[in-house]
């Protein structure tokens, strides 16, 4: 695949989340519903990191596996202290 079906693809994608009806309204979802998309979010959080840890793990290709430990790190930045 290259980069031109890859970008086609991507901005097809990202013109179907514009058009999710939650997305697309956020902003006439009461308190009560915005909160309930928030906490669905969040379940979803919770298995991200480790779907990515057996990718991780079951990768053969070491580039992959940079990109998806690269992705994971995105996800989960490492803390930092203010002084």
Do not use: W
């Not at 179907?16 to 902003?27: F, I, S, T």
């Not at 480790?50 to 079951?58: C, F, H, K, L, S």
């Amino acid at each position: 695949m290259d980069i031109q079906t890859l970008d086609t693809l991507e901005n097809s994608l990202i013109d179907k989340m514009k058009c999710h009806p939650v997305l697309n309204n956020l902003e006439t979802l009461t308190d009560d519903e915005f909160y309930k998309v928030l906490l669905q979010r969040r379940f979803l959080s919770l298995i991200f990191t480790p779907v990515y840890d057996v990718a991780i793990d079951g990768l053969v290709n070491e580039d992959a596996k940079d990109v998806s430990r690269k992705l994971l790190r995105e996800e989960y930045p490492p803390s930092f202290t203010v002084s």
